[in-house]
């Protein structure tokens, strides 16, 4: 069963916990950094809501400093050398589809995916944290639904033209996501988080972010089996 809180004598200053802080850490502020970065990207590709993604943007940049105050308050150096390999996959899969105009895969790389595992991870995280990070955290996830929310809109708005594109961007970055929960799983639990506790809320959000855009059941159930195998 995934454990609800932080076990009484988890010792966040403790060697152990801050080396894998350190990761974990450098993962969600490089996430955040290139959030920030996918969301000034979308607005030049999307000049009609240019402001609400310049304003979505700048939220990013503010989760980013958020974490890296949770770095500091447990004298954590942030990890961001690993962090950025972690990432690399799905950065280079927006950057090819932002190159190619793909709008939809973009938000399906950013809004949906990254979003849902940035909730999930968040909402697991917020029992188990310390005091500070927790208030952090919980700020931050209020933010991140609405970020999703903006791609679901979209993606729902455009559903007949962007179907195939959707498609086609789930398939290629859902096995990405299985590889990172399984790179990330070591770590997490150090932190007190189960990685099928992720992988239940990360497939809840996305589950409910594909069908609020249109998809049907059937659709949802064979779309969310890529990559699952191998995880
Ligand atoms: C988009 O707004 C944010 C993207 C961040 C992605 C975060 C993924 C986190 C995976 C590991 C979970 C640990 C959570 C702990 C927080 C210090
Ligand atoms: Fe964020
Ligand atoms: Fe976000």
Redesign the pocket.
């Known amino acids: 069963m995934p454990q609800l809180q932080a076990s009484p004598e988890t010792d966040f200053h403790s060697d152990t916990y801050r080396d894998a802080?350190s990761r974990?850490?450098g993962?969600?502020i490089e996430?955040?950094q290139?959030?920030h970065e996918n969301y000034i990207r979308l607005a030049e590709m999307l000049p009609d809501r240019k402001d609400d993604l310049l304003r979505l943007s700048k939220m990013?940049a503010r989760?980013r400093k958020g974490?890296e105050a949770?770095a500091r308050n447990l004298s954590v150096t942030p990890d961001l050398e690993f962090a950025r390999q972690f990432f690399a996959s799905l950065h280079q899969n927006f950057q090819e589809a932002a190159a190619d105009n793909k709008v939809a895969a973009c938000l399906v790389i950013q809004s949906l995916i990254?979003?849902c595992?940035?909730i999930a991870?968040?909402n697991?995280?917020i029992p188990v944290?310390d005091d500070f990070?927790r208030k952090i955290?919980e700020g931050v996830v209020k933010d991140?639904y609405s970020?999703l929310n903006f791609g679901e809109v979209w993606l729902q708005e455009n559903f007949e033209s962007v179907k195939e594109e959707v498609e086609a961007a789930n398939r290629q970055n859902l096995p990405i996501v299985w590889r990172m929960l399984n790179e990330?799983e070591k770590d997490?639990k150090v932190?007190n988080?189960e990685k099928e506790a992720?992988v239940e809320d990360f497939m809840i959000q996305y589950g409910e972010a594909l069908s609020n855009i249109g998809f049907t059941t059937r659709d949802i159930m064979k779309m969310s089996a890529y990559g699952l195998v191998a995880a």
């Open positions: 802080y974990i850490n993962i969600v996430g955040e290139e959030a990013e989760h974490f949770c990254i979003e595992f940035a991870a968040y697991i995280y944290a990070a955290t991140e970020h990330v997490a932190l988080m992720l």
